[in-house]
């Protein structure tokens, strides 16, 4: 077996530079930095067999050169790769950054796992035995497991035959089965420190407490990199380094496949107690530490604003703000931060230009000079509910950012000067939108704490301006002009909501998403934030979380993620391939629903309660949106069904359940939404009419649903067959909607697989479906062709031909057959009037059994309280002219001369 790694190069020395103090200390300095500069480094992936043949890698790494044990997810054997920063990607085409994006350990591949050591601070460094010993007491699992032991890079230092700095960071390599379960494994290393004693918190330069262990808790990414190479030593200075040091004890790889990582919950109360005590023995030194850097802090932000030496109110201010960078994980708008190219900028220049500066980079808020002055550590995301910065020191920390207060003058007879400055203002605040693009389009905040949007009233957005704004007025003191701090203007936020030619600059937004998703070329929307292109605001949840998909998915890679999407779905009675296939569309549509211009509602269907109707439509919005469903009862009457609509669009929602209906389902207004990619109606509580992205997909479930008219050529039909008369009684030892929620990230993963392999691969073109194009060829199409490629047959099917049986089921169509059939046999091909049938004793040929089934067949179309409504039963026989049911229509014939009102007849066909 070969394991597969990373090997970087760049074009000049990237590890560490050593040197002799004048007081014969040794002073090292990273060149870490430099593996950025001009072209950026090269990638190749290589190949080892064993420890053995890594270690001769390992001695062999020059200082230019450092690995990874993740690799790229591109690229192929001997083949390089050029690697650049994220901010370099657009000018060199064909480059890849170094980031989870692009690299990850490869599902059931093995790979080398590092343990990077570094002694408690005053104690004395364990030796090679010493810490293999500790790392068998701690992982006993790998005792019969071959290791490599190695010092650190910076080891070994001679100056003039004497060593000044000897082996003190050492390294473990340990060859793994799944270099998928590394972050596990280093997970279990870290727990099981606590466990046995060796947890403890470092206090970091601004009294922070940092958790540590024998072992470094962050090195078990796959793009981490290893700085393994040589290092660069100063005149007189020499390294000696020793030969990676293999211990064989027993098996080449670690088979990894049975390793438990679960905790019991004695295990959890015994870690939590060991920290409290750890954190309770440095306490008092970390408020010392905390307090000498928000003096310092406030000294330099003193100084930048400007302030009075004796501005005591002014100072006490900062310091007050600098307590939330503790207290709430807040920076205030005049917090300085260093910018990735050295240079400093405050909080409210980055929160008043979010386009600028969303997704730059940035030293450590807290720490500029973590690692070494890493000034790629922290990112700035912007476009969330909370903006902030995430810095991935300390195990990954995120800072919300509060802006400085905007100060807007208010001047009499300058109001359209006025409204520019707030909208110039809500466009700095890179969270308000307008939702839609038309002229009925409604003002928005995004996103929701529940990742919806949400509408502004007057109210709130008052609100919102007086939290950001200082608004002041020109007033004369005596001889002089001074500033006098005021309200809100009364009909400002009116003024505001109503002016929708003042929103240009504002972007439109369709839906905002929090993970990546497949566009409708293919592409993958990745980047956290507001897509113009797509009018969709992506905000990821974390930004560690691994949401890559690959580019070119192989049929292999698409078979497991169907087998992995259907996989929680195992258990449930599918009636046919037709079923599990309008399932599996189902699934696909959530997740993608947005980039989708209109899409099918999907009805579940089932014989008996408790066959798991809801339960597929909960576990498909989970999915999609790590939500459960708005879930509603059948709407009472057509009006109603509309405000439940369009209040659920308003507010951003995305999935929408109508659960048990007891009625036969018909209505206009779900007609009208299930092809159109926009719903208006009238806002409740406002004399306003707006009309509002429809990024929705639509569930109804129901024990032998009915659905009606036109509704069955929009809905696909699922249904659900238990085979026993109390389906409810059933006990499974697995739960889908647990296992989706726990595996959502790999669960959206493998849908944008499967509908991006399905793209590359399919050749057969599919016809048109009704108003669904988009639809049809992203979903519809990967359905079909996993059904044909990637499963045994008859397993899935054309989610379509559900269509069919739906149209055979139409409520309406039977009645309209019944009806049709019955004027058939009663009046045979002469003419009738609706008075005719409402008397059902004027002209009549049949027998009165005819007469008396035509009679109840109309009531169930037109009765009212006992009596036929005639003025409706005329309404209804023209909405059904000329449609063809049983090889009959019904066809208008002119005016009764008698009575002057029109005639009808049933032809043939």
């Not at 006098?484 to 972007?507: I, S």
């Not at 005016?895 to 043939?908: L, R």
Request: aromatic share 8%.
């Amino acid at each position: 077996m070969t394991i597969q790694l990373t090997k970087f190069q760049a074009a000049e020395s990237i590890n560490k530079f050593v040197r002799l103090a004048p007081s014969g200390e040794i002073v090292k300095t990273s060149l870490a930095q430099k593996a950025y500069k001009g072209q950026g480094m090269t990638a190749e992936i290589v190949e080892v067999g064993n420890l053995h043949e890594f270690g001769a890698l390992l001695d062999k790494l020059s200082s230019r050169e450092c690995l990874s044990y993740g690799i790229p997810k591109q690229s192929a054997l001997d083949t390089a790769l050029q690697v650049v920063s994220q901010k370099n990607l657009p000018a060199n085409l064909g480059a890849i950054s170094r980031t989870r994006d692009e690299f990850n350990f490869v599902p059931g591949q093995p790979a080398i796992m590092m343990t990077d050591y570094d002694p408690q601070p005053e104690t004395e460094a364990l030796g090679a035995d010493g810490l293999l010993s500790l790392f068998h007491k701690l992982i006993p699992e790998a005792k019969d497991v071959d290791l490599l032991w190695r010092p650190s890079a910076g080891s070994c230092i001679y100056h003039e035959g004497e060593e000044v700095f000897g082996v003190r960071g050492q390294r473990i390599y340990i060859a793994v089965s799944e270099g998928a379960k590394i972050p596990e494994i280093g997970n279990l290393l870290k727990a099981r420190s606590w466990l046995t004693g060796y947890g403890y918190y470092a206090i970091s330069k601004a009294g922070t407490l940092l958790e540590r262990g024998p072992f470094d808790f962050s090195v078990w990414q796959p793009e981490r990199l290893d700085f393994a190479g040589k290092t660069v030593c100063a005149e007189g200075l020499v390294q000696k380094f020793p030969p990676a040091r293999l211990v064989q004890t027993g098996a080449v790889i670690w088979d990894v496949s049975a390793l438990d990582f679960t905790l019991s919950a004695e295990e959890t109360h015994k870690i939590e107690e060991a920290k409290a005590l750890a954190r309770e023995a440095v306490k008092n030194e970390a408020e010392r530490v905390r307090a000498q850097w928000i003096e310092d802090q406030v000294g330099k932000i003193a100084t930048k604003k400007d302030l009075a030496v004796d501005d005591d109110a002014g100072r006490a201010a900062i310091r007050d703000n600098l307590h939330q960078v503790f207290e709430k994980k807040m920076l205030f708008g005049d917090y300085i931060l260093v910018r990735q190219d050295g240079t400093e900028i405050t909080v409210g220049e980055i929160l008043d230009n979010p386009e600028k500066y969303h997704n730059s980079r940035y030293h450590d808020p807290v720490e500029p000079e973590y690692g070494n002055g890493d000034s790629r550590i922290a990112v700035a995301l912007l476009y969330r509910n909370k903006p902030g910065i995430y810095s991935h020191a300390h195990g990954g920390q995120y800072f919300s950012l509060k802006r400085a207060t905007r100060r807007i003058p208010v001047k009499a007879g300058q109001r359209p000067e006025l409204v520019r400055k707030c909208v110039e203002h809500l466009k700095f605040d890179g969270r308000t939108f307008v939702f839609g693009g038309s002229d009925d389009s409604v003002l928005v905040h995004a996103p929701t704490e529940s990742g919806g949007v949400r509408r502004y009233t007057t109210e709130t957005l008052a609100l919102k301006l007086e939290e950001a704004v200082e608004f002041f007025t020109i007033k004369k003191s005596g001889k002089n002009f001074v500033e006098a701090p005021c309200d809100c203007p009364g009909q400002l936020p009116k003024m505001l909501l109503e002016a929708g030619n003042y929103w240009q600059g504002l972007p439109h937004l369709d839906a905002v998403i929090d993970r990546p998703i497949c566009c409708a070329d293919g592409s993958l929307l990745n980047s956290e934030g507001y897509d113009p292109a797509s009018h969709l605001l992506l905000t990821k949840n974390d930004p560690g979380e691994d949401w890559s998909v690959p580019d070119t998915p192989t049929i292999d890679q698409a078979k497991a993620a169907l087998d992995f999407i259907l996989g929680p779905f195992r258990y449930f009675p599918f009636a046919s391939p037709v079923d599990q296939g309008v399932f599996l569309a189902a699934l696909l549509t959530a997740v993608i629903r947005p980039v989708l211009e209109t899409a099918p509602g999907f009805g579940i269907d089932a014989s008996a309660p408790g066959t798991g109707k809801t339960l597929l439509a909960q576990c498909c919005a989970e999915i999609a949106t790590g939500l459960p469903p708005s879930l509603v009862a059948q709407p009472e009457s057509e009006d109603e069904i509309r405000k439940v609509i369009f209040s659920y669009l308003l507010a951003g929602g995305k999935v929408l359940l109508i659960d048990n209906l007891e009625r036969p389902l018909r209505s206009a207004a779900l007609c009208a939404m299930l092809t159109s990619g926009t719903f208006s109606d009238r806002i409740l509580g406002a004399s306003k009419t707006a009309s509002v992205p429809n990024k929705m997909t639509l569930f109804a479930t129901g024990n032998g649903l009915e659905i009606c008219g036109d509704l069955n050529r929009r809905f696909l039909r699922c249904r659900l067959e238990a085979q026993e008369e109390r389906p409810d009684k059933r006990t499974f030892n697995f739960c889908p909607l647990a296992y989706v929620k726990a595996h959502r990230i790999d669960m959206i993963r493998a849908t944008l697989v499967l509908i991006r392999a399905a793209l590359m691969h399919n050749t057969k073109r599919l016809h048109d479906v009704g108003s669904f194009g988009d639809w049809n060829r992203l979903v519809r199409t990967t359905v079909v062709w996993a059904a044909e490629n990637l499963c045994e047959e008859g397993f899935l099917d054309d989610p379509v031909k559900s269509f069919d049986a739906g149209f055979d089921q139409d409520v309406d169509r039977s009645a309209l057959r019944g009806i049709l059939q019955t004027l058939s046999k009663v009046f045979g091909d002469g003419y009738f009037t609706v008075s005719a049938i409402a008397e059902g004793d004027s002209g009549f040929d049949g027998d009165d059994g005819g007469r008396q089934n035509l009679r109840s067949l109309v009531e169930e179309i037109a009765g009212e309280n006992g009596r036929l409504n005639r003025r409706r039963l005329g309404r209804w026989l023209k909405k059904q002219e000329g449609r063809v049911c049983a090889g009959l229509v019904l066809r208008e014939s002119g005016v009764d001369p008698c009575t002057n009102t029109k005639q009808w007849c049933v032809c043939v066909k």
